[in-house]
Each structure stands twice: as structure tokens, then as C-alpha cells.
């Protein structure tokens, strides 16, 4: 079936560290984004890239869409990028994203 | 702020009741999805809208429906409310539907509890 995997499930830093974020889908891809979810539970777009590399600040994200696969890096992490970082596609043909599990970020001061 | 708004932000029921919840998209977007987001199955597709007009269903249960108004904002109605229906539901838009560029915006999310 389709699918859309990220890895890892859990991820524990402290600050200043850097982390990488990975998304691996099943099919070629319409749309591809990656949200960060805030402990108050509001998903924040954070990158829309279905292909292609992208920088905001301390985060940057590719999408090698022949491979299927996305990464999302943060840099210099702050315990505010705490909370769960999630991965979701839309699959041509489709109008509905799916979503990864996501991974959960922890930044220990 | 993504633009988008939903209410409530929390809503308090028992089981068996019906319970609507409320979303306008952005300006000038005229696709408006739904997403449920549970404990057990994360966060999944329900329905979506393009200017009043069903375009897609997921994994919508019967006792829900959906609709969404002339003025473009969009209703999603629950009945016969279960334990299980307890979750975080999330409305987003974009600027349309099938087109290259598809990027959705999230509104704050309805929590609701079913007791």
C-alpha cells in the first residue's frame, strides 16, 4: 500500500545540536510538506517542497523526489523546536494528504 | 496565524449526542479539508471541499457528514457521538484543488471529548 514513513520515531537533543528528519514515500508526489506540531497541538507549516531544497533560518529541507524520499534539517536547536515533526504527501491522483507518524523532537536545555 | 479558523477550540460531549464544528478557510482559498487526529491512528483525511462541491472522502465515518457553504466556509457535523470519536480535528485550505501548486493551511484544531 502507500505509505509514508518517517524516521526516527524519537529524537532527544540537547540544545545547539543539529538533527536531521527523514520522510520516505511509496509513489511519485503532487505535493509534500512538513509541519511541526507545537505542544498546544497547532501544526505550523514549516516547508511545502514537493521537490527540490529549501532554507528558512535554521531550518532546511530537500525532497529527491526519484527517490523518494524527503529530509528536514534543523540546526543549532532551541528547546522551543520541541514537539512532533510531521511528513505528509499527496500522491498524484489523490486529494487528500497523508500523513507520517511523525518523529518526536525533544531539546533539553 | 495561517488564516484559517475553526470552532470551537473546545467542545465537551456525551455519547450519543451530535456536535457541529466550524471552519472558514483563508482568503481566497477554495478547497477546504478535514483531518482527524487520534491517539491510535494519528492523523488522518476525512473529507474535502472545492467551492461547495465534494471532491474527495477518506476514511469519513457514516455519522459524519460535511458541507460547505457559498461564503466558502465549511461545516463538519458528527452524530451518535462514540468514546472513540474523541480526538483533535483539524480543518485546512488551499488555494485549489488539483492544480501544482496544492500547499494546505492548518487551522488551531476543535478538541473534542465525548464522555
Known amino acids: 500500500g502507500i505509505q509514508v514513513e518517517q524516521s526516527p520515531p524519537d529524537l532527544i537533543l540537547q540544545e545547539g545540536a543539529n538533527s536531521t528528519l527523514r520522510c520516505n514515500f511509496s509513489?511519485?508526489?503532487?505535493?509534500l510538506q512538513w509541519f511541526h506540531q507545537n505542544p498546544w497541538g497547532q501544526l505550523i507549516n514549516l516547508f511545502y517542497i514537493p521537490s527540490g531544497t529549501k532554507q528558512n533560518g535554521r531550518l532546511s529541507a530537500t525532497t529527491v523526489a526519484t527517490e523518494r524520499y524527503s529530509l528536514l534539517y534543523i540546526s543549532s536547536s532551541q528547546t522551543t523546536d520541541s514537539g512532533v515533526y510531521f511528513c505528509a504527501v499527496e500522491y498524484y491522483g489523490d486529494n487528500d494528504m497523508r500523513f507520517g507518524a511523525g518523529t518526536r523532537l525533544t531539546v533539553k536545555p | 496565524d495561517s488564516g484559517v479558523t475553526q470552532t470551537p477550540k473546545h467542545l465537551i460531549t456525551a455519547t450519543g449526542q451530535r456536535v457541529t464544528l466550524r471552519c472558514s478557510p483563508r482568503s481566497g482559498d477554495l478547497s477546504v479539508y478535514w483531518y482527524q487526529q487520534s491517539l491510535d491512528q494519528g492523523l488522518q483525511f476525512l473529507i474535502q471541499?472545492?467551492?461547495?462541491?465534494?471532491?474527495a472522502k477518506g476514511n469519513i465515518l457514516e455519522r459524519f457528514s460535511a458541507q460547505q457553504f457559498p461564503d466558502l466556509h465549511s461545516e463538519l457535523n458528527l452524530s451518535s457521538l462514540e468514546l472513540g470519536d474523541s480526538a483533535l480535528y483539524f480543518c485546512?485550505?488551499?488555494?485549489?484543488?488539483?492544480?501544482?501548486?496544492?500547499?494546505?493551511?492548518f487551522g488551531p484544531g476543535t478538541r473534542l471529548t465525548v464522555l
Open positions: 485546512a485550505s488551499s488555494v485549489a484543488q488539483g492544480s501544482s501548486y496544492n500547499e494546505q493551511f
Open positions: 509513489d511519485s508526489v503532487n505535493n
Open positions: 471541499y472545492y467551492n461547495g462541491e465534494e471532491r
